[in-house]
């Protein structure tokens, strides 16, 4: 989903130098696309990514991905992880699910995760917390 600036000026703070922003620009430097990824190990991460609705921004999305990855190589990545799918054809991330096979066919399966909560009312109150911070943003 979209997060507010502050998440995303938290992430690039706290993770220093594993976090970068590529940017990609027309020839007036009119920013066209941008991506948001890590690198930790030998991975590198796709976390976000964005657009502008620009007649000439089609293949901008493609070259961000393209420079983040080129990116997290340069700076020892073996792997680049561009994160979860959709897994149905209606699903409201298909057209991500496109943008992202893109790079690549090779799904790699996860099981789904589960809370176990170990303390009903702990875990109440946290569920709570997040529902009313989720409506502040």
Request: net charge positive.
């Amino acid at each position: 989903g979209i997060h507010p600036k502050t998440y995303i000026q938290t992430m690039l703070e706290q993770l220093g130098d594993h976090c970068y922003i590529v940017e990609v620009t027309d020839d007036n430097g009119f920013t066209l696309a941008g991506a948001i990824a890590t690198v930790w190990g030998d991975k590198g991460t796709y976390y976000y990514g964005a657009r502008r609705n620009h007649e000439k921004s089609d293949d901008a999305s493609l070259r961000a991905v393209i420079e983040a990855i080129k990116h997290a190589h340069d700076m020892g990545a073996s792997k680049f992880d561009m994160l979860g799918v959709s897994v149905s054809e209606g699903d409201r991330l298909a057209g991500v699910t496109t943008f992202k096979r893109k790079f690549s066919v090779n799904v790699v399966d996860y099981p789904v995760a589960y809370d176990i909560p170990l303390s009903k009312s702990k875990y109440a109150a946290l569920k709570t917390a997040f529902k009313v911070l989720k409506r502040k943003h």
